[in-house]
């Protein structure tokens, strides 16, 4: 298939991840508020998509090449796991170095010791979705228990649970999960997830594609990212069908092969985009996304004010955001939930906008138990809001005045951004590597449409 026998060299890939390397020391962004925003923004692949079909390159000896990947640190912690589990990867980046290309080759990793170490699974917990793939392949596996997360506990049971009932045996010693298959094959499984988890079944269905007969998987998680990953292991061979709903059926095959696949759009960065507009005001187009991943927040911004149309571009769909500033935003409600619900990584950056509508906001969270970390924050830049439990209030609109304020995690830090953009004077936002583990250069794109912003160096991290 022409892809056969990539061998690692240095390339210009090494220089733009010299460049991740000292921007991570480079912790906060500078935002001078006030401006609307007017242009066109390309959005980058999608992190959550890209790193399972990462893990889906465990699956074949052959090599699998992935583009459209985000440089953002969690791909390339992703891509040193496999490196550390024997993987070849060669990185090319794409003209404006936001985006890459990886070509990942999973030969030769029989005699290897086929462990994901400590030190990099902490970072970034979605590592796990390589015990998977290990198992189906190899029949062992050791990879390091991810622990606690800022937005809560973030159990892997699910994982566990299902992989156990394919026949491996999974113990936890001194932090690792330590996993064997005693008769070498997983066995297929009719499974129902007892709660609706992405990571459970994306890991059960890359664990499944190898098994022996045929798996049965009842309530599946139905985000995009499940469909892009079934896309690239049918590309590799796979035999699976139901995507899109919430029962999928995997046909177990001897053996992958390579494959070349395009992440999808990240719906979370256009959606931090249109939060962005609807907030600051403005007319901005993106380009590559696909709406029909971003229905609920459309619905939401469309309820709360803002002019959102969708038409096809040069790069796939386009979505044009419009809101005038003498547009008032009204409050409205949402409730996060598995999709197509309103997403649990939308919730910070809609609880941003929130701030300026005219009314009370009640926003319930029910993914995660933690997840109002921004709140504290928000209000420190003059927020109006109250967290009782799972439920956050916000009445708007509030005057907001630039501070210093810390990123706490991902999608809080985007959120504190989308603030700054509105507050009266300068906001700091510091502690940006939480930021960099899910954004492409996202200052650069709002500097790009009209934003004031700056990253600057010399933070604490
Ligand atoms: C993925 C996304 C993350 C998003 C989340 C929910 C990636 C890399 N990350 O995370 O950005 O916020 O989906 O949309 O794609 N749970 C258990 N046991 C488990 C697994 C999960 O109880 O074994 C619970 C979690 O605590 C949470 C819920 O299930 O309450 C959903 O979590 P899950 O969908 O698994 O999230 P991730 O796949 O980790």
């Not at 790193?51 to 440089?71: G, K, R, W, Y």
């Not at 700054?420 to 899910?438: F, N």
Request: with cysteine; charged share 20%; hydrophobic share 45%.
């Amino acid at each position: 298939m022409g892809l056969r026998n990539v061998k690692p060299k240095f390339n210009a890939g090494f220089s733009l991840f010299l460049s991740f390397a000292l921007e991570s020391c480079v912790d906060r962004l500078v935002i001078t508020g006030g401006s609307s925003l007017k242009g066109r923004i390309l959005v980058s692949g999608a992190k959550n998509a890209a790193l399972p079909c990462i893990a889906a390159a465990l699956l074949s000896p052959e090599p699998v090449l992935l583009s459209h990947l985000p440089a953002v640190s969690d791909i390339r912690t992703m891509l040193k796991v496999l490196e550390a589990l024997g993987c070849s990867v060669v990185r090319v980046p794409d003209e404006d170095g936001l985006q890459y290309t990886a070509t990942i080759q999973a030969a030769d990793l029989e005699q290897g010791e086929l462990k994901a170490p400590y030190e990099l699974v902490k970072t970034m917990r979605a590592s796990i979705l390589v015990l998977g793939p290990l198992l189906a392949r190899f029949g062992r596996a050791t990879v390091s228990l991810p622990g606690g997360c800022a937005i809560g506990a973030r159990p892997i049971n699910l994982h566990l649970e299902a992989l156990t009932r394919m026949g491996a045996h999974i113990e936890i010693i001194q932090g690792y999960v330590e996993a064997k298959v005693p008769g070498g094959r997983l066995q297929a499984i009719d499974h129902t997830f007892e709660k609706v988890s992405v990571g459970a079944t994306e890991n059960t269905m890359l664990a499944a594609t190898l098994a022996e007969g045929t798996s049965i998987l009842r309530n599946a998680a139905l985000e995009p990212e499940i469909g892009d990953l079934a896309e690239l292991l049918n590309k590799m061979g796979a035999r699976i069908t139901g995507m899109g709903t919430t029962t999928l059926t995997i046909q177990g095959v001897a053996a992958l092969h390579g494959s070349a696949h395009a992440t999808i759009p990240d719906r979370i960065e256009a959606g931090t985009h249109l939060c962005a507009v609807a907030i600051a005001g403005g007319d901005v187009v993106l380009e590559r996304v696909r709406p029909d991943d971003l229905r609920s927040l459309i619905d939401l911004l469309e309820r709360m004010g803002c002019l959102i149309t969708e038409r096809d571009g040069a790069e796939g769909r386009q979505l044009r955001v419009q809101r005038e500033l003498s547009q008032k935003l009204r409050a409205r409600d949402i409730t996060t939930a598995p999709f197509p619900s309103f997403p649990t990584d939308l919730q910070a950056q809609a609880m941003a906008v929130m701030t300026q509508a005219h009314g009370i906001s009640v926003i319930k969270e029910t993914i995660f138990e933690n997840r109002f970390q921004h709140a504290m924050e928000l209000e420190r830049l003059g927020a109006n809001l109250r967290i009782d439990g799972s439920t956050a209030i916000v009445a708007g609109p509030a005057k907001l005045t630039g501070c210093t304020v810390m990123a706490t995690d991902l999608r809080a830090s985007a959120t504190l951004v989308l603030a700054g953009l509105v507050a009266e004077g300068e906001t700091t936002v510091d502690r940006i590597y939480h930021l960099d583990r899910g954004y492409a250069g996202l200052e650069k794109k709002l500097e790009g449409v009209g934003a004031r912003i700056q990253r600057m160096g010399g933070g604490s991290v």
